[in-house]
């Protein structure tokens, strides 16, 4: 695939750094920059440079903005960067074109008691199983994304006939008005949006769709291309394990990295403090993975189903 092609099918890349390197050790460090698309799950990554882990581990680590996990997967599979984090059906689309890109390190986890988004609907909205909302119109941030694939499967699994859905774009952050003002019957809505909707108690949640999939699967990773990754595999195994080092921190310290997430996100300080933070992975599972895979090929978001493993870098 030609660059200027890849890039125009999936969303342009921005190619300024959102953060600056930090200062390199008198050894020239190898350089690893990791395009995604900003949000509070980065705060791991984030943390990791701002607190020099990355330069102390032997590695020179830049973010670089990017408008989706396609874009920054795309920028991956060109060569414009080193490595990306995208979402999980971003990936199985290109191994199943044979791209050769593999999953490095894990990202969003997604459990039964920390899901990271919720199926909403009105505050006064009577649906209270799957068959309520056969027919009806569900927003999803983009179609044929994860949160499409979380609904279909939570309407199916709770007596309704997801076939019969009939689903349109809405952004996260105009999920809400959307519920409420009845232009949609139900929509999966994530943090901050999803915290703030709670407490004023303008939307309630009628399943958890993510959990529909399964009760813990990882529905994002870092990836990188195949052939990259065997070149530097040095330097990329000091870049994973910093991140997962990073990880368990943030994950257990959320009151202490808040003021990281909102200087990531441009999200008040107030507003991160209440949100519902999100749970990256410490470690790469392939059984995390499999849920996502047979899911998407049942739902015929992908031609087939595979191993799991075979996403992975080795």
């Given at each position: 695939?030609?660059?200027?092609?890849?890039?125009?099918?999936?969303?342009a890349v921005a190619t300024v750094p959102l953060f600056p390197a930090l200062g390199r050790a008198q050894a020239p460090l190898e350089r690893i920059q990791v395009a995604a698309s900003p949000s509070e799950d980065l705060t791991n990554l984030y943390y990791a440079i701002k607190t020099g882990m990355f330069a102390r581990a032997g590695v020179d680590v830049v973010m670089i903005p990017a408008s989706s996990g396609a874009a920054a997967t795309t920028a991956v599979i060109t060569g414009t960067y080193e490595a990306a984090r995208t979402s999980l059906l971003v990936l199985?689309?290109?191994h199943l074109?044979?791209?050769?890109?593999?999953i490095v390190a894990p990202s969003i986890v997604n459990r039964a008691q920390n899901p990271f988004a919720l199926l909403q609907i009105a505050a006064d909205?009577?649906?209270?199983?799957?068959?309520?909302?056969n027919g009806k119109i569900i927003g999803?941030?983009?179609?044929?994304?994860?949160?499409t694939l979380a609904t279909r499967s939570w309407v199916d699994k709770n007596g309704g006939d997801s076939s019969s859905l009939k689903f349109v774009e809405i952004p996260f952050i105009a999920m809400e008005p959307a519920i409420v003002e009845k232009r949609i019957a139900a929509g999966m809505m994530g943090s901050p949006q999803l915290d703030a909707s709670l407490a004023a108690g303008t939307t309630k949640t009628l399943g958890?769709?993510?959990?529909?999939?399964?009760?813990?699967?990882?529905?994002?990773?870092?990836?990188?291309?195949t052939d990259w990754a065997n070149g530097h595999a040095t330097a990329l195994r000091r870049f994973v394990r910093t991140l997962e080092t990073a990880a368990a921190y943030v994950n257990g310290h959320a009151a202490e990295t808040a003021p990281l997430v909102a200087e990531l996100t441009k999200i008040s300080i107030a507003n991160v403090t209440a949100m519902h933070r999100t749970l990256n992975g410490t470690t790469l599972d392939p059984a995390m993975v499999q849920p996502v895979i047979d899911a998407a090929a049942k739902y015929g978001f992908i031609t087939r189903t595979f191993a799991a493993r075979e996403l992975f870098w080795e």
């Open positions: 695939m030609r660059r200027r092609t890849a890039l125009a099918a999936f969303g199985l689309s290109a074109r044979g791209i050769p890109v593999s909205a009577p649906y209270k199983t799957g068959a309520d909302l999803s941030p983009s179609l044929g994304d994860i949160n958890d769709g993510y959990g529909a999939i399964a009760p813990l699967f990882m529905g994002a990773a870092y990836v990188a291309r």
